[in-house]
């Protein structure tokens, strides 16, 4: 290798904040497709598994299967208790709204991954995009956010403040996309 | 000097990984985040039975997800050794042998979890249908004990698999604070 080639990789050209951004947004952009995901899988399990009439039967604690899980007997009474608060609580739109969420976010998040491994590379659209995909997810949390809002205190324990941690950082990043973009526009000026 | 300049980005885009192998580490990092969001909240549904069917569907999305990494981890080594790329330049000895021994204890922990994993389903009695399609032959007769030993190990080395992605990440946010190029190698430059 070359020295001019180490030169160009050893310092990589292109504003640092973009380096800092894009590693924040990949890496929690990973973080943030588990997060969704997880979410749109909740979703579908309850569902296709909760009974139509949203009526759950006593729990059934086999011994060997509380050996196996290394639970008590209450707490097996408390994994179908949480289900059954879960039912309970969530108003009929809920659900509808709650999937579309994640399946809009677990979407955004992976571009997230792919507007900041742009900005790592220092590509010339990146910071352009940044703003949108990390404005869409702030949105997507703030949508969340009233939703969660109003359903009632047992989903507001479950998902409130969560949800208000990701907006509260996708306002950062959205923020930050756009200030670092308009310090590199003065730059070049 | 332009014609120099040309010649070294070149030179510096072949430093990097593969579009493959980047696609491939992209997957494998989004996927394993999802089984450890997901298996957290999975694990607190309630107890198979007939009238609870809550488990289901995740524990199997779990275990073909699982499956599917074992095999994307093959393709990425095999890319990997097929297309090398350039030893790092401006790493201090140590911070070498640390990422030398950090990718190697990835490699080995992600097929030790997924194997464990593997092997814990088959002594459990419970059948694995690859993406609901591949009937997988059941390695092991049901064994309570078997399966509990498998499902400890399963536990201890995806706890481990997360400590070695911590390392892994602290390096790759470390890079891409400093600057210095070295994260750009995992982006498809």
Same mark, same amino acid.
């Given at each position: 290798?070359?020295?001019?080639?180490?030169?160009?990789?050893?310092?990589?050209?292109?504003?640092?904040?973009?380096?800092?951004?894009?590693?924040?947004?990949?890496?929690?952009?990973?973080?943030?497709? %588990?997060?969704?995901?997880?979410?749109?899988?909740?979703?579908?399990?309850?569902?296709?598994?909760?009974? %139509?009439?949203? *009526?759950?039967?006593?729990?059934?604690?086999?011994?060997? *299967?509380?050996? *196996?899980?290394?639970?008590?007997?209450?707490?097996? *009474?408390?994994?179908?208790?949480?289900?059954?608060?879960?039912?309970?609580?969530?108003?009929?739109?809920? =659900?509808?709204?709650?999937?579309?969420?994640?399946?809009?976010?677990?979407?955004?998040?992976? %571009?997230?991954?792919?507007?900041?491994?742009?900005?790592?590379?220092?590509?010339?659209?990146?910071?352009?995009?940044?703003? =949108?995909?990390?404005?869409?997810?702030?949105?997507?949390? %703030?949508?969340?956010?009233?939703?969660?809002?109003?359903?009632?205190?047992?989903?507001?324990?479950?998902?409130?403040?969560?949800?208000?941690?990701?907006?509260?950082?996708?306002?950062?990043?959205?923020?930050?996309?756009?200030?670092?973009?308009?310090?590199?526009?003065?730059?070049?000026? | 000097?332009?014609?120099?300049?040309?010649?070294?980005?070149?030179?510096?885009?072949?430093?990097?990984?593969?579009?493959?192998?980047?696609?491939?580490?992209?997957?494998?990092?989004?996927?394993?985040?999802?089984?450890?969001?997901?298996?957290?909240?999975?694990?607190?549904?309630?107890?198979?039975?007939?009238?609870?069917?809550?488990?289901?569907?995740?524990?199997?999305?779990?275990?073909?997800?699982?499956?599917?990494?074992?095999?994307?981890?093959?393709?990425?080594?095999?890319?990997?050794?097929?297309?090398?790329?350039?030893?790092?330049?401006?790493?201090?000895?140590?911070?070498?042998?640390?990422?030398?021994?950090?990718?190697?204890?990835?490699?080995?922990?992600?097929?030790?979890?997924?194997?464990?994993?593997?092997?814990?389903?088959?002594?459990?009695?419970?059948?694995?249908?690859?993406?609901?399609?591949?009937?997988?032959?059941?390695?092991?007769?049901?064994?309570?004990?078997?399966?509990?030993?498998?499902?400890?190990?399963?536990?201890?080395?995806?706890?481990?698999?997360?400590?070695?992605?911590?390392?892994?990440?602290?390096?790759?946010?470390?890079?891409?604070?400093?600057?210095?190029?070295?994260?750009?190698?995992?982006?498809?430059?």
């Amino acid at each position: 290798m070359s020295d001019v080639t180490r030169s160009v990789i050893g310092s990589a050209p292109g504003a640092a904040w973009e380096s800092w951004l894009g590693v924040v947004a990949i890496v929690l952009g990973v973080l943030l497709t %588990a997060a969704h995901g997880t979410e749109w899988t909740r979703q579908h399990v309850l569902a296709i598994a909760a009974p %139509a009439n949203g *009526e759950l039967p006593p729990a059934e604690c086999p011994e060997d *299967e509380l050996i *196996e899980e290394g639970l008590s007997v209450g707490e097996c *009474e408390q994994l179908v208790s949480n289900v059954r608060s879960y039912l309970v609580s969530a108003p009929s739109w809920f =659900p509808g709204l709650m999937t579309s969420l994640s399946a809009a976010g677990t979407i955004l998040a992976l %571009a997230s991954v792919v507007v900041g491994a742009a900005l790592v590379d220092h590509r010339a659209w990146a910071s352009a995009a940044a703003i =949108p995909v990390f404005g869409g997810l702030a949105l997507i949390d %703030a949508i969340g956010f009233i939703g969660v809002i109003n359903a009632g205190p047992i989903l507001r324990g479950l998902y409130l403040w969560n949800v208000l941690e990701w907006f509260v950082i996708h306002l950062m990043m959205t923020v930050g996309a756009a200030a670092g973009r308009a310090a590199s526009a003065d730059t070049a000026g | 000097m332009e014609r120099e300049r040309d010649v070294t980005t070149v030179e510096a885009q072949r430093d990097g990984y593969s579009r493959t192998a980047v696609i491939v580490h992209w997957l494998l990092a989004v996927s394993i985040f999802f089984l450890f969001a997901s298996s957290w909240w999975m694990l607190a549904l309630p107890l198979p039975s007939e009238e609870f069917r809550f488990r289901e569907f995740p524990f199997q999305l779990h275990k073909n997800i699982g499956i599917t990494l074992v095999f994307l981890l093959a393709l990425l080594l095999i890319v990997r050794l097929k297309q090398r790329p350039s030893p790092l330049q401006l790493q201090k000895p140590w911070m070498r042998r640390l990422a030398l021994i950090d990718h190697v204890a990835l490699y080995v922990l992600i097929v030790a979890v997924c194997v464990s994993g593997y092997l814990s389903s088959s002594y459990s009695g419970w059948g694995t249908t690859l993406w609901w399609a591949i009937d997988l032959p059941n390695w092991g007769y049901e064994n309570e004990e078997l399966n509990i030993l498998y499902s400890d190990i399963h536990l201890w080395t995806g706890w481990a698999l997360l400590a070695v992605l911590s390392v892994h990440i602290a390096g790759a946010v470390y890079h891409a604070f400093r600057n210095d190029g070295i994260v750009r190698r995992m982006l498809g430059v």
